[in-house]
């Protein structure tokens, strides 16, 4: 009976090694409803982080912002699978999928793991580029840019205009749609010659899936790189013909079909079947005698 009496527990009440667990987790709690009422007095209302995963980190910050660490951002373009940023004083950041070398890093991210096993790892937040190039025939060399005012992106390339109103190209080069008159892909910003000697005056830079447009102060819109499923291609810049001496405005760009903001009216254009991409109804405009006439489902004004 002494034995029982001994060892058993109080009728309504707790074992000392009981009450000693309750106590501690107590106190722990206390610190934790402590440092919780802190938080919100401090405006750190926050859930607690995510467990990092190594497979797809995240390099969004915790209110799904870009970490970005720079100057002011003045445009954001996005490619197929990445995205360049301007700043406010002329530089490029770039980040994304580097397969092609359309982040302009010199590299197309893919890295040896294993015997014949190759990854490739992306750019997760954005970096600045560096390096631009002038190619000849017989060498390459390093350029200094000048402040970037304006730049575009297509599926895997990307295309900029500095303020000395040179033009750079980068990325992939299939159908000349990086204006170097040949398709090889280019994993660093290369000068476009053209725009140094027969296309000078260059004021914007627009980009479709895959070609590239040059609108100049001298009313010429250039294209360069593939427009149509069939065909030919313009492995170099090319004066559009029927827009010269409109003075395009503005320009937007699809897989294949095109529209402008030129003078007092929108153009649109692009090689059929279009699917209703160029607006149902077609009416021909003709505004101080410029002209655009339809050529095979490809050149219509809209008033």
Known sequence: MSSKRKNATPAGGKSKKNKKNGKKAAEEFSDYDDEFKSDVESGNDTDPEPLPDDDNESELADDGLVRYRGPPIVKVVCGGDFSVILDLKGN??????????????????????????????????????????????????????????????????????????????????????????????????????????????????????????????????????????????????????????????SVGAGGTCIMMAADSSTIGFGPSPTYGALVSRVIIVNIAKKKIMQNENWFYGIN
């Open 92 to 249: 490029l950041h770039s980040f994304g999928d580097p397969e092609y070398g359309q982040l302009g890093h010199n590299c197309n991210g893919e890295f040896l793991i294993a015997a014949n096993k190759m990854i490739r790892q992306a750019e997760k937040s954005p970096r600045i580029i560096t390096t631009y190039i002038e190619k000849t025939k017989d060498s390459i060399k390093p350029i200094e840019p000048a402040d970037f005012i304006d730049v575009a992106c297509g599926t895997n390339h990307t295309i900029a205009l500095d303020s000395k109103r040179r033009i750079f190209s980068w990325g992939f080069g299939g159908y000349g749609r990086l204006g170097h008159a040949e398709p090889k892909d280019e994993m660093v910003p290369r000068l476009i010659k053209f725009f140094e000697t027969q296309g000078k005056g260059a004021k914007a830079v627009y980009c479709g899936s895959q070609f590239s447009l040059v609108v100049s102060d001298h009313k010429v819109t250039y294209l360069f790189g593939k427009t149509k499923n069939t065909g030919e291609v313009n492995m170099y810049p090319k004066p559009v013909q029927d827009l010269m001496g409109w003075n395009v405005r």
